[in-house]
């Protein structure tokens, strides 16, 4: 039984791709310091499938000395860390505007640490939660993992960094490294048990917990950021993609690291499907039966129009596909809001 290190395990898309390893055997270490989430998450998995094996260890990855122990422990124990998955980090991009010393001392700073120790225990796979956002404005849509980096705002920078990083060590020696930059576009649903979800502490930015506190009558109207942008009905299109799949195409990225040579790889990860904003708001009426208010506002300073990934590259290389649609993803993702409006609490 193989050992994962999951740092950030207990946020959104840690947990479910947590779920997901466990389902797999794997034995989980999660590291956590709970800034965004709390570790409930991790019951509910060990609810969920009682034969789960996870360690949860409290602490910040900037911690040298706290990660240099979790690392030994795990040695120790004889089930030392075999491969990284690395989702601890901020994500706000208003608060990475407000606050970017606070990103690059998180997001970098954090994932230097990480790094170091990994090296020191000669553990050379990670498996990164990198973003659609270091793309920027591209010229191209669908966008391919080819399109120039040109990141708008401090959070898609400190991404950017960290990929520049990871492509250095894996150039620095005939590299042992097994490397892999997974570029989400954007996760939303939940798992259909309604058991597990999102839970962002502090007000939400994205638009699907928003429209959700929208329902569920905790905010008056959806605010829609700008109808005049040049897409078919005025209204952003993003590549929306189930939170299952985007935690099953890690185990997908996991297995192939494992199997194959080292190797460095840049994967968007999306359906290649674009929805508007109208669209999201529309569907999510149908299938949840319900009514949503919404007002048209000015443009949200540093959005784009139009991103949808070009899936291709995922597809052709690993043995995964997106399997859930937008409608599936507006059902799980409200059936855990309304089951729990007071998210893990
Ligand atoms: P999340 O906030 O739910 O999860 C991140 C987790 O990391 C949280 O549990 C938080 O407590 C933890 N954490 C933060 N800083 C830490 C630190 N220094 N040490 C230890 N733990 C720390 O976010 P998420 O939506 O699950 O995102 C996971 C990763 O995916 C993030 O790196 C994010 O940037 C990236 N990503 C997310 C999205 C999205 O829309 N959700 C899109 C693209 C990329
Ligand atoms: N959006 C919106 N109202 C909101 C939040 C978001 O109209 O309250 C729009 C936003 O302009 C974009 C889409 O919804 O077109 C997705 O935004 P989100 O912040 O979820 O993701 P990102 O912009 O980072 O891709």
């Given at each position: 039984m193989k050992t994962i290190l999951v740092t950030g395990g207990a946020g959104f898309i840690g947990s479910h791709t947590c779920l997901c390893l466990t389902e797999k055997n794997y034995q989980l270490i999660v590291v956590d310091s709970n800034i965004n989430s709390t570790n409930k998450s991790l019951e509910k998995i060990k609810y969920m499938n009682p034969n789960s094996k996870i360690i949860f260890a409290k602490g910040d990855i900037r911690d040298l000395s706290f990660m240099r122990k979790v690392f030994n422990n795990a040695r120790e124990n004889k089930s030392p860390i075999e491969a990284v998955i690395h989702f601890a980090g901020l994500k706000s991009v208003g608060e990475s505007i407000a606050n970017p010393l606070m990103y690059w001392d998180s997001n970098v700073c954090g994932s230097i640490n990480l790094l170091k120790i990994m090296c020191e225990f000669k553990c050379h796979t990670i498996i990164f939660s990198s973003s659609a956002t270091i793309y920027g404005n591209t010229k191209t849509n669908p966008i391919t993992e080819n399109e120039p980096i040109n990141p708008t705002n401090p959070y898609g920078f400190t991404k950017a960094a960290i990929e520049t990083i990871l492509k250095g060590i894996f150039g620095s020696s005939e590299s042992s490294w097994r490397i892999a930059n997974l570029r989400y576009f954007n996760p939303i649903g939940a798992h259909k048990s309604g058991l597990i979800g999102e839970d962002p502490l502090g007000e939400p930015n994205n638009i699907f917990p928003i429209l959700c506190k929208v329902v569920q009558g905790k905010h008056k109207e959806l605010r829609i950021f700008g109808?005049?942008?040049?897409?078919?009905?005025?209204?952003?299109?993003?590549?929306?993609?189930?939170?299952?799949?985007?935690?099953?195409?890690?185990?997908?990225?996991?297995?192939?690291?494992?199997?194959?040579?080292?190797?460095?790889?840049?994967?968007?990860?999306?359906?290649?499907?674009?929805?508007?904003v109208?669209?999201?708001?529309?569907?999510?009426?149908?299938?949840?039966?319900?009514?949503?208010?919404?007002?048209?506002?000015?443009?949200?300073?540093?959005?784009?129009?139009?991103?949808?990934?070009?899936?291709?590259?995922?597809?052709?290389?690993?043995?995964?596909?997106?399997?859930?649609?937008?409608?599936?993803?507006?059902?799980?993702?409200?059936?855990?809001?309304?089951?729990?409006?007071?998210?893990?609490?």
């Open positions: 109808n005049d942008w040049p897409t078919f009905d005025g209204t952003g299109v993003r590549d929306y993609i189930h939170v299952m799949d985007l935690a099953e195409a890690h185990i997908s990225s996991l297995e192939f690291l494992i199997e194959n040579k080292p190797q460095y790889l840049e994967l968007n990860i999306g359906t290649g499907i674009g929805t508007s109208l669209e999201l708001v529309k569907t999510f009426e149908s299938v949840n039966k319900c009514k949503i208010p919404y007002v048209f506002c000015n443009r949200r300073i540093g959005d784009v129009a139009n991103a949808v990934a070009d899936n291709k590259k995922i597809i052709s290389l690993l043995n995964w596909v997106p399997k859930r649609n937008i409608k599936d993803m507006c059902k799980d993702g409200w059936k855990w809001q309304s089951l729990n409006p007071k998210g893990f609490n």
